[in-house]
């Protein structure tokens, strides 16, 4: 079992998520017209519960402070974000099966259209989204050719999921002979899909002047090797005020128009300056560390996210992977006299030229005698597993661990640390994956 499942599913969000899929539901089982055929009728309501989990992942992508703290960070917005919206598209399937038999006298004019247009792009974004994990020769040509496209074209493509939501909920108004009968039923529907149009709206027109954007200047780039870039930034007039372990979207002028990516933060919260480290794995981040030079103008928004040590108990793991190391760089430039917690600080990179900011990590472990840092190269030491992490030192229900790096490492960790007895609510890692 995932480490953190307790932690997605028992959030006040969650939770709430849950019980109104589960109403909506219910509603539509309890108020049905008695003249609808039940085929037709399962397949309007998996249809209307579809639109709902639409809305639902168009109000989770308006990034809205109210919603992070309802989820327990940004991290599981985005994972349920993703699981509204993969079950909507799921059950699509079933509503045009079923809708469309028997047939109605709603189903004319343009209104089939709509729902054509919404089907074909909410299944296609969907298909583009998981196309990376399935790039295989078992897969179809176009699949294959999807998964090459950059994330940077994906997420471009991903604004007009909510012109496509549009585009059902209009069909659904249009077509559903339930609708016509039943008044309830029809303001239900329509308050669902106008509360996610309006949270597109917002998030497309509006939010930029609600969530707090700072202006900065790139004011220093270090590149330690090939594949990393370290940027200090100084700002034009007040710093965006964070906690350490927290995120911020950043966007840098120039070619490459203002794109707004999420990039934890390194530097501690009494800096001016606000220093992030970049790892070039896609197309915007590898342009990022060949091109990006002093001087370039940037805008953070944010902060964002719940990840902070101080929240979890005396005898805590710390285990960054690979670029995972910057939240907790944040974490150790804050240390200072009133840190009073047990730490084993676990840092694994694939070789010696991967680590950074070594010399940082020695000062902390010299200045603080109960911080322990431990640095695995895995070309030589092998990969890290729970019970080395543990070794015996800081074991049973009352040890925190904070993860941060690759998913399948930080998956693979919390299992581990769970088998070990230690409480999953107590294992915390942040897995924001837009896509």
């Not at 070594?358 to 070309?379: C, G, K, M, S």
Request: proline share 6%; net charge neutral.
């Amino acid at each position: 079992m995932n480490g953190l499942r307790p932690r997605q599913w028992l959030s006040p969000g969650a939770m709430l998520v849950t019980l109104i899929a589960i109403g909506n539901a219910a509603l539509w089982i309890v108020a049905r017209p008695a003249d609808q055929p039940t085929s037709r009728y399962a397949g309007e309501m998996c249809g209307a519960e579809a639109v709902l989990l639409f809305s639902i992942a168009l109000v989770l992508a308006t990034l809205l402070p109210a919603i992070e703290h309802a989820f327990s960070g940004l991290d599981l917005v985005a994972v349920w974000h993703r699981r509204a919206a993969a079950t909507g598209v799921v059950l699509l399937l079933p509503h045009v099966v079923f809708a469309t038999s028997p047939p109605d006298s709603y189903a004319t004019g343009f209104g089939p259209g709509l729902g054509d247009v919404a089907l074909f792009g909410l299944l296609l974004l969907s298909v583009w989204a998981l196309a990376p994990s399935l790039r295989t020769a078992r897969w179809p040509g176009p699949i294959r050719w999807l998964a090459r496209l950059s994330y940077e074209r994906w997420l471009t493509a991903h604004r007009f999921t909510g012109l496509f939501v549009i585009a059902a909920v209009a069909h659904g108004a249009f077509v559903d002979p339930a609708l016509h009968r039943s008044a309830l039923l029809r303001v239900s529907y329509l308050a669902v899909g106008g509360v996610g149009i309006a949270a597109y709206a917002y998030r497309e027109l509006f939010s930029r002047f609600v969530v707090p954007s700072y202006d900065y200047t790139v004011a220093e780039v270090r590149r330690p090797n090939d594949a990393t870039l370290e940027i200090s930034l100084e700002p034009v007039r007040d710093p965006l005020s964070f906690t350490s372990g927290q995120f911020v979207f950043l966007a840098f002028g120039g070619a490459s128009g203002w794109q707004r990516h999420p990039f934890s933060i390194a530097s501690a919260p009494t800096e001016r300056r606000l220093e992030v480290a970049v790892k070039a794995v896609g197309d915007y981040t590898r342009d990022l560390h060949d091109t990006l030079r002093p001087g370039t103008p940037a805008k953070a928004a944010g902060p964002f996210g719940g990840f902070d040590y101080r929240l979890g108990g005396h005898d805590q793991i710390w285990i960054a992977g690979g670029i995972g190391i910057t939240p907790f760089m944040s974490w150790v430039r804050g240390l200072d006299a009133t840190f009073d917690r047990q730490v084993d600080f676990y840092y694994s990179v694939a070789r010696d030229t991967d680590a950074l900011y070594l010399d940082e990590i020695d000062a902390a472990d010299a200045e603080h005698p109960t911080f322990r840092p431990h640095i695995v190269y895995t070309d030589r030491d092998g990969l890290l597993t729970a019970e080395r992490a543990a070794d015996g030192r800081l074991t049973g229900a009352d040890v925190w661990v904070y993860l941060c790096g690759p998913p399948q490492m930080t998956a693979t960790l919390a299992n581990g640390f769970h088998g070990l007895g230690i409480a999953p609510s107590h294992v915390r890692w942040e897995q924001f994956d837009i896509r």
